[in-house]
């Protein structure tokens, strides 16, 4: 696999006017998401999948924080670059990325600098995405449950899929470099909406099934509670500085939430009952046709 920061599609630097060892930049370098103040143009778009039948649910994973461990990593970025272009003391900038995590991170400035100037906000949120990339995704890793966790649920029938705020590209360079896109039907990122649209979009390809959303932010939470049908779970975090118990995310709508997804194989069939009508109704039905 190309490392991260090269070219991913196998072109040619000589033929292309680059010198072969110039790096090329990624796509979630230069693109912000729909909820930025621009957005860059869109060449093409492919149509979108045919709704399926899929045979037991799915279940929608997070990735920054649910999947991968880097919000600790991603944080101090965050509150390193908001201290140097907004004068916000470091930790508490921290704290406030913390707060509004589980956004794109365009709309966190716009909530926390409404009377900065569009254009500060923006040149902000590029110089963030490339950090990013090159502080913590770099060294990003999975927690550590996660990969026999997947391969559980993808054994007992769960179709499984990932919406992030971070590009397409880049979270499926993650997820192939941790050996993990295997287990994922699909990734939806920032070009493809926000993550409410995310899930209206799952609901359409992957009709009359139960829906899961995995998150860890309340955001999160409340995205999935937003969409008809949609079940939201926690992931809990504790984190210098910063705690996000079971306890909140429940208050926040979570159907269930602990600080690891160890037990959720064990959790989705009782969560995903919720969504089958009850045996009753169904008989009830019957006698009066």
Known sequence: MAPLGRDVQGGDPER??????????????????QR???SRPVLS?????APRRVERGVVVFDLDGTILDDLGAISRVASDVMAKEFGTPADEARIHYLATTGMPFEAQLAQLYPSAPASLRLTTARTFHQRKVTEAYAKAKPFPEVPKMLKRLAAEKWTLAISTGAETEMADLLLEREGLRYWFEDVLGSAQGTKREHLTEYKRRFPEVPVILVGDSRFDM????????????????????????????????A??????LEKLPDTLPRLANRTVPAAPRASARRQRS
């Open 255 to 260: 159907a269930w939430a602990a600080y690891s």
């Open 36 to 38: 930025a103040e621009v």
């Open 222 to 253: 409340e995205a999935a509670q937003s969409v008809p049908g949609v079940i939201p779970v926690g992931r809990a975090s504790r984190l210098a500085g910063w705690t996000l118990t079971p306890k909140d995310l429940r208050r926040w709508g």
């Open 16 to 33: 292309d006017g680059k010198p072969p060892d110039s790096p090329v930049e990624l796509p979630i370098l230069s693109a912000t998401s």
């Open 45 to 49: 778009v492919p149509p979108p999948p």
